[in-house]
């Protein structure tokens, strides 16, 4: 039979060169001219930008405008520009600030990441820009494969999807269809785990559901106390009494390792393998929710870093990612058709999250002693020497590795927002988190410098001196 186009049967007919055929889908970027023709594009756009900067006028317009479209103001009044170089970002304005929240902890190499940059270019050259599940490209099976390789043995199959909340909501359907017709799901006191329907219900943001239909079906345990001396059998005890009053209903519990909106809170090692050993006891579920802890507790998962492999059914991560995925041991494969959608992520996103993972491990941030571990630990440092500057104002620190945070004086949302405010005006961006205390937390790039970090907390005690003064506060 002739080919259709003429050719030999190996697609190369007139007109057409022969086919390469490669032993493995090795990411394009490896090739040198390649990476040469993105560096000069890269290096050509900055350029092109660097001459954009809006008036003052125009910036303030702008921001008058995405205001009106949202039918509310930005929370911090910026619109981003370009030329960011690591934790530094240009406003559009021309202004600069030091970036240590990074969308939410979104940005693990900062802004400008000459080598990230140059991967998404060449990823959305390739095909096409955003890839579903009924078609994947390399970067799909590349992302997966770094995924599940960094997982430990039990976790055999990834899904990929588009936010930490769609990963979440595709676990929940995982568990709630493996335990059927058992129900309900038990989460922690002051966990966030979205803002769809059903993560909105599962986390303990009352004001990020008003209105909507809630199932009912979500029961609560108090997370780690530290001032308790009885924390791990209290939140057992309560865990018990779920199981009873509810026996056969409960499908599984899901995990915050450190609690991201929640206030940066973790717990010692012995009261997650107490509730995790007692789900598994009851045969339900254990789900950690590494969406905002991916990447920055020292090893890729949180639960690794606190070696808890051995119990964990269901993971899922996303935000440093630029993507999200649910990660499931073989008990919980779903049957055809539970999970899916048209999107499984952007193409783009998909091979910066594989190079992230790729770079983090090439270039010394797992372990012990690795890059994330050192900057927690030098992060730690100045908070103790902030704190004894100013013992009245820096209260107690919390979280690990690249997520950190503290209470600023009583842990009034008010003062918190001072703060934030402050700390905005002198160039430094942090967000809030938790409350009753609400804390200031910073989520830095992996990659933060010391003089970064020393220009974050000059800025930081500027700023606090400040609200001192202003508000009439000891420090
Ligand atoms: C632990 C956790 N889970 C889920 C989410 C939701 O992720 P996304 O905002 O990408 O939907 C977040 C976001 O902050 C989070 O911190």
Same mark, same amino acid.
Request: proline content about 5%; charged content about 25%; aromatic content about 6%.
């Given at each position: 039979m002739t080919a259709v186009n003429?050719?030999?049967?190996?697609?190369?007919?007139?007109? /057409?060169?022969?086919?390469?055929?490669? =032993?493995?889908?090795?990411? !394009?970027?490896?090739?040198?001219?390649?990476?040469?023709?993105? /560096?000069? *594009?890269?290096?050509? !756009?900055?350029?092109?930008?660097?001459?954009?900067?809006?008036?003052?006028?125009?910036?303030?317009?702008?921001?008058?405008?995405?205001?009106?479209?949202?039918?509310? &103001?930005?929370?911090? &009044?910026?619109?981003?520009?370009?030329?960011?170089?690591?934790? /530094?970002?240009?406003?559009?304005?021309?202004?600069?600030?030091?970036?240590?929240?990074?969308?939410?902890?979104?940005?693990?190499?900062?802004?400008?990441?000459?080598?990230?940059?140059?991967?998404? !270019?060449?990823?959305? =050259?390739?095909? !096409?820009?955003?890839?579903?599940?009924?078609? &994947?490209? &390399?970067?799909?099976?590349?992302?997966?494969?770094?995924?599940?390789?960094?997982?430990?043995?039990? *976790?055999?199959?990834?899904? *990929?999807?588009?936010?930490?909340?769609?990963?979440?909501?595709?676990?929940l359907k995982i568990i709630l269809q493996k335990h059927a017709p058992a129900d309900r799901i038990v989460v922690f006191e002051n966990a966030f785990h979205g803002r769809t329907l059903a993560t909105a219900e599962m986390s303990d943001r009352p004001a990020f559901r008003q209105g909507l239909p809630l199932r009912g079906n979500v029961l609560q345990v108090p997370f780690y106390e530290p001032e308790r001396e009885d924390s791990i059998l209290h939140s057992l005890s309560v865990l018990d009494d779920h199981l009873r009053r509810y026996p056969g209903q409960i499908a599984g519990m899901c995990f915050e390792i450190v609690q991201g909106e929640g206030g940066f809170r973790t717990a010692p090692r012995e009261f997650f393998t107490a509730l995790m050993e007692h789900c598994r006891k009851h045969e339900i579920a254990v789900w950690v929710d590494e969406v905002q802890t991916f990447a920055r507790t020292g090893e890729l998962y949180a639960f690794r870093t606190f070696e808890l492999e051995s119990w964990v059914d269901v993971v899922t991560v996303g935000k440093i990612l630029q993507g999200s995925a649910m990660l499931c041991t073989r008990a919980y494969n779903p049957k055809p058709g539970l999970v899916a959608g048209t999107y499984a992520g952007s193409t783009v996103g998909m091979a910066l999250g594989q190079r992230i993972i790729e770079r983090m491990e090439a270039e010394g941030y797992l372990g012990l002693e690795g890059r994330v571990a050192v900057l927690g630990r030098r992060i730690e440092k100045r908070f103790e020497s902030l704190a004894k500057r100013m013992p009245k104002a820096v209260g107690p620190r919390s979280g690990i590795g690249a997520m950190q945070a503290f209470v600023p004086w009583d842990g009034s949302p008010e003062i918190a927002k001072t703060v934030l405010h402050a700390a905005f005006e002198e160039g430094l961006l942090l967000m809030n988190a938790g409350s009753e205390p609400t804390k200031i937390r910073m989520l830095p790039p992996l990659n933060t410098t010391d003089e970064e970090l020393e220009a974050c907390f000059t800025m930081l005690e500027k700023a606090m001196r400040r609200v001192a003064e202003e508000c009439d506060l000891p420090c």
């Open positions: 003429g050719g030999d049967g190996n697609g190369a007919g007139p007109g /057409r060169r022969p086919r390469k055929k490669a =032993a493995s889908l090795r990411p !394009v970027i490896d090739s040198e001219p390649v990476r040469e023709a993105a /560096r000069a *594009l890269v290096a050509a !756009v900055r350029e092109e930008l660097a001459g954009r900067e809006l008036s003052d006028d125009a910036y303030e317009k702008s921001l008058r405008r995405i205001g009106r479209q949202r039918g509310r &103001p930005l929370l911090y &009044p910026m619109i981003a520009g370009s030329r960011g170089k690591g934790a /530094r970002v240009f406003l559009a304005d021309g202004t600069r600030k030091l970036d240590f929240i990074g969308g939410i902890g979104m940005y693990g190499f900062g802004h400008g990441d000459d080598d990230l940059l140059e991967t998404a !270019v060449v990823a959305a =050259a390739g095909d !096409v820009a955003f890839q579903g599940h009924l078609l &994947p490209g &390399p970067e799909y099976l590349g992302l997966t494969s770094a995924l599940l390789k960094h997982a430990g043995p039990d *976790l055999k199959h990834a899904w *990929l999807s588009l936010s930490g909340a769609m990963a979440n909501e595709n676990a």
